[in-house]
């Protein structure tokens, strides 16, 4: 089930925080939604559900979520490490949720052995690590069986084995044909767990498509050799980018490392060195989002 966001808007006095805003959520994959601090990325997760009030709309597989008879069958959502009363035991917040969605009470003991809470289910969530937090407010979301979860920032306070958990089930939740929509700072984790990524800075959108898409624009190829400037000419002359990288070196974009090889062969050139650079999700983030800052009306995220 596809999420649709269209022209979603929002401002904060004289702070643009979302502009003009619009982007698709496939299913089947996990779609990062990435951004500096400030970038609007919880603001556009409000205004997908309608819990803010802009400019724009989203549709759920063709619909406006409030046209759906069963909203928690359709998006399941974690937008805060403690959506829940510190008073209320982890078994009673779930059941809360399971009675409004007229689940079963089989389906509570379930989710919390899915999330590793059984042991916990009579404490109250008050004295949870925000590990154990991120775990319930996730056991809310997977509640309903939904077609879609929109999570922000679900990593946070997640030791690294837990981490680990959370891309395999996100990953698996999604290969089961739902839309899932991920918002992190951790962009090495994100480059593990997402296929498909959304990049906001500023409230506009930067970049939307897959991983491999947006990282394979920034590789490149090194090549070394004394003859450098003569391999230079040679390389242009082929129609692709060729830039210096030190006294000996090129940055080529456009070909592969066997296409160069059999170019400087050709040539009667000798190489020094011949390597495929590959690009991080890091490296991608960090030239896309520029010099994006922080809004001052004080979203974190």
Do not use: C
Not at 172 to 195: D, F
Not at 255 to 271: S, V, Y
């Amino acid at each position: 089930m596809a999420i649709v966001a269209q022209g979603l808007g929002k401002s904060f006095g004289s702070v643009r925080a979302v502009d003009d805003l619009s982007f698709e959520v496939p299913d089947g994959v996990v779609t990062g939604f990435l951004g500096p601090n400030g970038a609007g990325k919880s603001t556009t997760m409000r205004l997908m559900l309608g819990l803010d009030r802009g400019a724009g709309s989203t549709l759920f597989d063709g619909k406006p979520l409030i046209q759906h008879p069963h909203a928690s069958e359709v998006v399941g959502t974690h937008l805060d490490a403690r959506p829940f009363l510190p008073g209320r035991t982890a078994h009673d917040h779930l059941r809360m949720l399971a009675t409004d969605a007229k689940l079963p009470k089989s389906r509570i003991e379930e989710v919390l052995a899915m999330v590793g809470l059984t042991d916990v289910a009579d404490k109250r969530p008050k004295g949870f690590s925000l590990g154990m937090a991120q775990r319930l407010g996730l056991a809310g979301a997977v509640l309903a069986n939904p077609r879609a979860l929109m999570l922000d920032e679900p990593a946070n306070g997640l030791d690294p084995q837990s981490i680990q958990w959370l891309r395999e089930f996100l990953r698996a939740y999604a290969a089961q044909g739902n839309a899932v929509l991920v918002s992190s700072h951790l962009l090495t984790e994100m480059q593990l767990m997402a296929q498909h990524v959304v990049v906001i800075a500023k409230g506009s959108l930067v970049a939307d498509g897959t991983i491999n898409e947006l990282v394979s624009q920034r590789s490149d190829v090194l090549v070394r050799s004394a003859d450098s400037g003569r391999l230079a000419d040679a390389l242009r002359g082929a129609g692709v980018q060729v830039d210096r990288d030190g006294d000996d070196g090129l940055a080529v974009t456009g070909l592969t490392t066997d296409e160069i090889g059999r170019l400087a062969f050709d040539a009667g050139i000798a190489l020094r060195e011949l390597t495929q650079r590959k690009a991080s999700l890091e490296d991608t983030f960090l030239e896309l989002t520029g010099d994006a800052q922080d809004f001052a009306f004080g979203e974190s995220s």
